[in-house]
């Protein structure tokens, strides 16, 4: 009984935040602060300042493990289900919503009237990687040798096309970073000290025989098998959990995972891609639920409870792999950040994934808006509103769905 209570507690409380907390991860970090240390005291200053810390070093949006984390240290697993059911349905139930109204949209009027009012939505995504892009390039690429990652990282991937391109670059960034050495001051600062979760040893070293199992069938096996027989499922379920493992440095790095796994694959249009990750943005929650409009565009065809069931699939799987990771990352932190190549590794991942969304930015930017006046137009507007007048994503988002609309249709 007392754990239902607090499984219901938890969740009441994510749940109500997950409905207005918009502005992306920063903001989301800020309402947890506010609710959880302020005013629910539900932990420590010391103790929330830890887990920013440690999800930072974390793959998946870092408010989504934030959030998982305070759940884990109120209620265990539960409590951490708990938080990040909370925290992700809002946003995932209005994506899933917003992608079924399109593509019923699309069949009643054509993909080009669809498509005017996606170039609005898409636009606004524009600024906002262009902004997530200058941060990331102050935080992640303000020396030499982070620049040199950043180069080869948007070079190799810009030159060359071959098999998990996206999966070696991380991977050599990761050694890069080892090579060069790039453990700072600001890091060492940083690392967290976390008391344990008071969960056995035997479970947690079968959480971690489970997440190595699905690791290599997602990662390897799966991706192997798509390249002889392409599998719709099995496409789609290994690109999400690759998608999810990957996206080190932000919500937005996951965009260029996704498009390649699932626009590159023609298994979703590019301009129900652009403008759903542009709806995205002015919705509350955390960016991934971006997955389950993709896995629900994707199953529409078969009819409304497939793509239904396609579209929190999605979710689940893209989530999965950072959260497994996080229960693991929150027991055995101490440990394992005590060996110096760990923060080297990470640092150049970080300033390879920069360079993975830089072309990703100007693919979208080159492809979509740069060869006519409308689409040029539309960046100038949405630009002003995000940038200059610094209106909410959410409200741009709403402005720029009927300009696009308007202007394309004349």
């Not at 391109?165 to 940083?190: H, M, P, W, Y």
């Not at 955390?286 to 999605?314: D, E, K, M, Q, R």
């Amino acid at each position: 009984m007392q754990k239902d209570f607090l499984f219901s507690k938890i969740f009441f409380e994510f749940f109500i935040l997950g409905l207005y907390s918009f502005g992306g991860p920063t903001a989301h970090i800020g309402f947890f602060q506010e609710n959880f240390v302020k005013r629910k005291k539900w932990l420590s200053e010391k103790k929330f300042m830890d887990l920013v810390s440690l999800s930072q070093f974390l793959p998946g949006p870092s408010s989504s493990q934030v959030g998982f984390l305070i759940g884990l240290q109120k209620g265990s697993y539960l409590g951490g289900l708990a938080a990040w059911l909370g925290f992700t349905i809002p946003s995932a139930f209005l994506m899933i919503l917003s992608a079924l109204i399109l593509v019923s949209f699309t069949s009643m009027n054509g993909m080009n009237e669809t498509e005017k009012v996606l170039n609005g939505f898409a636009s606004v995504a524009i600024p906002i990687i262009a902004l997530a892009l200058i941060n990331m390039g102050k935080n992640f690429c303000y020396e030499i040798k982070r620049l040199s990652i950043f180069f080869i990282s948007f070079l190799t991937l810009l030159i060359w096309e071959f098999p998990f391109e996206q999966l070696i670059v991380i991977t050599t960034g990761f050694a890069l970073g080892i090579f060069f050495n790039l453990r700072d001051k600001i890091s060492r600062d940083t690392q967290p000290h976390i008391e344990k979760i008071i969960i056995s040893k035997k479970n947690l070293n079968f959480l971690l025989l489970i997440f190595i199992s699905v690791s290599i069938i997602f990662l390897i096996l799966f991706p192997i098998i798509n390249l002889y027989n392409k599998i719709l499922y099995l496409q789609i379920f290994s690109g999400l959990y690759k998608s999810g493992s990957l996206v080190f440095g932000g919500a937005h790095v996951v965009l260029p995972y996704l498009e390649k796994e699932f626009v590159f694959n023609n298994l979703i249009s590019k301009e129900l891609f652009n403008g759903g990750y542009g709806l995205a943005q002015a919705l509350p929650g955390p960016l991934f639920t971006f997955a389950s409009y993709i896995g629900t565009v994707i199953g529409a065809s078969n009819g409304i409870y497939h793509a239904l069931f396609l579209g929190i699939a999605s979710l689940i799987f893209i989530f999965f792999p950072g959260l497994i990771i996080a229960t693991l990352a929150i027991n055995y932190w101490d440990r394992f950040m005590k060996f110096n190549w760990v923060y080297n590794g990470i640092n150049g991942v970080n300033a390879s994934v920069v360079g993975l969304l830089c072309l990703t930015f100007f693919d979208i930017l080159l492809s979509n808006y740069l060869g006519n006046i409308n689409g040029i137009l539309l960046i100038i507007i949405s630009t002003l509103l995000i940038a200059f007048l610094k209106f909410p994503s959410w409200l741009s988002v709403l402005i720029m769905g009927p300009i696009g609309y308007f202007m394309y249709s004349f």
